[in-house]
């Protein structure tokens, strides 16, 4: 998909950062014709304005839309919405701020939208991981806005998460498919990747009968109680989240292991419930955030 080009750069720093920054560009590459196509590395910034607070995660990202810059606004104030952003005093704390930097070469100055943003050219947090992922021909221009000591903006290592090995490609859903989400691939520099599949990794193999879960057991469609593997798989993924210090996991939504807040119903008719799969719930009790991804549509 080929829209105009946007920037947009992303702050949090309230609770998991990592986990409010990543949420907001999977559900930034979810808005209808829209498409995410590079993401800068992260960065712990220190606050500005108001000082007594934690420091900041940011990044920005370069987007393709065919939205007009007012329905992007309106997609974006809708996905801070959601992921509960806090904020009372203006430069305070926040779960997540996603501003419009660029929008193509286009220039408005309305009361509540302006592009190119009116601060950017002051803001290190911003200009740093912009310079990540700007195209050629600005590079030089946004060099010359960052002051001479670049204080207080520092990348991050790698961040280690966890993923359902379905999302990045690997053929062991029950159908031996995968629902590869491309987003993963643009993350290769920040995120240390530990798959895992819960099923697999709990002895079925692949391709196998579909499950859901009944009450508080596991069932196949073939009438076969299969708790004990998908427990084990659960079991196997908690492991791996404390020996790695994990506290973020993209897992596959609707699953009876990796779906999170939703299942089907036990009745192999498609219909869903509220729950979580049997991994999820492991993973939830150790107090990782979880990320639910779908694939690529
Ligand atoms: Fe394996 Fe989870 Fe993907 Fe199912 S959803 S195939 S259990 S990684």
């Known amino acids: ?20 920054l990543l949420s907001g560009i999977f559900k930034i590459s979810k808005i209808k014709e829209t498409r995410v196509a590079k993401i800068s590395n992260f960065y712990s910034t220190n606050p500005v304005g108001y000082l007594d607070q934690d420091l900041f995660l940011n990044c920005a990202i370069e987007i393709e839309t065919n939205l007009s810059p007012r329905e992007l606004l309106t997609k974006i104030q809708g996905i801070e919405l959601e992921l509960e952003r806090v904020r009372t005093i203006k430069w305070g704390p926040r779960t997540l701020d996603i501003d419009i930097i660029m929008f193509g070469e286009l220039e408005i100055d309305e009361k509540d939208l302006v592009i190119p943003h009116k601060e950017y050219k002051e803001r290190d947090f911003v200009l740093i991981p912009l ?3 700007i195209e050629d021909k600005k590079i030089e221009e946004i060099k010359t806005y960052i002051k001479k000591e670049k204080t207080g903006v520092v990348i991050e290592k790698k961040k280690k998460v966890l993923v359902s090995r379905c999302l990045l490609g690997d053929r062991v859903s029950y159908k031996k498919n995968h629902c590869n989400n491309y987003i993963f691939k643009l993350l290769e520099k920040q995120l240390e990747i530990i798959k895992m599949c819960p099923e697999v990794d709990g002895g079925l193999p692949s391709p196998r009968p579909s499950a859901e879960i009944l009450g508080d057991k596991v069932v196949n469609i073939i009438g076969e109680d299969r708790t004990k593997e998908f427990k084990l798989g659960g079991e196997i993924a908690a492991k791996l989240s404390q020996k790695n210090n994990i506290d973020l996991a993209f897992m596959k939504g609707h699953s009876p292991s990796c779906g999170l807040g939703k299942v089907y119903d036990g009745t192999f008719t498609k219909n869903i419930i509220d729950g979580n799969g049997i991994a999820v719930s492991r993973l939830l009790e150790l107090g990782v955030s979880i990320i639910e991804v779908n694939e690529d549509e």
């Open 1 to 20: 998909m080929k829209g105009t080009k946007v920037y947009l750069s992303l702050g949090s720093n309230i609770g998991n950062k990592f986990y409010y």
């Open 131 to 133: 310079l990540d992922i």
